[in-house]
């Protein structure tokens, strides 16, 4: 397609998928009291509800809400921006201008305050940017 831009390619992929199961697991077996696993620090809680994507997906927990994704970006090029919320909208334009930088996905309950790393992975040009 004409004047589109290629895809971005995730690099170093980590699925915390494995995790997540056995922190179900333990909630489910009594083995982790609800309190420690549904534990979503104000602030991520404010920023899944002001700058989180929706998703489909119930929460594993409480089952009351869809949970809500939240996205951080983190690398040595961003300055100011490092540790900062984005929409996934906005990693195409940051994939082509910044060399390399590490995306976190936490996906987030509204309702019970769970919350979960559930995936990370560079993106980037795959170079770093001259020193000035």
């Known amino acids: 397609?004409?004047?589109?831009?290629?895809?971005?390619?995730?690099?170093?992929?980590?699925?915390?998928?494995?995790?997540?199961?056995?922190?179900?697991?333990?909630?489910?077996?009594?083995?982790?009291?609800?309190?420690?696993?549904?534990?979503a620090h104000p602030y991520l809680l404010r920023a899944a509800r002001y700058h989180g994507e929706p998703t489909q997906t119930p929460c594993p927990v409480c089952g009351r809400v869809h949970l809500t994704h939240v996205t951080y970006v983190y690398g040595d090029e961003l300055g100011r921006y490092a540790g900062r919320v984005k929409a996934t909208a906005e990693l195409a334009e940051m994939d082509r201008e910044y060399g390399e930088f590490r995306v976190y996905v936490v996906e987030v309950c509204q309702s019970c305050a769970w919350n979960h790393l559930t995936v990370s992975y560079v993106l980037g040009r795959g170079e770093q940017r001259p020193e000035r």
């Open 1 to 39: 397609m004409p004047g589109s831009q290629p895809p971005m390619r995730r690099r170093l992929v980590v699925d915390y998928g494995l995790a997540k199961r056995a922190v179900l697991a333990d909630l489910r077996t009594g083995a982790l009291a609800r309190d420690d696993a549904c534990d």
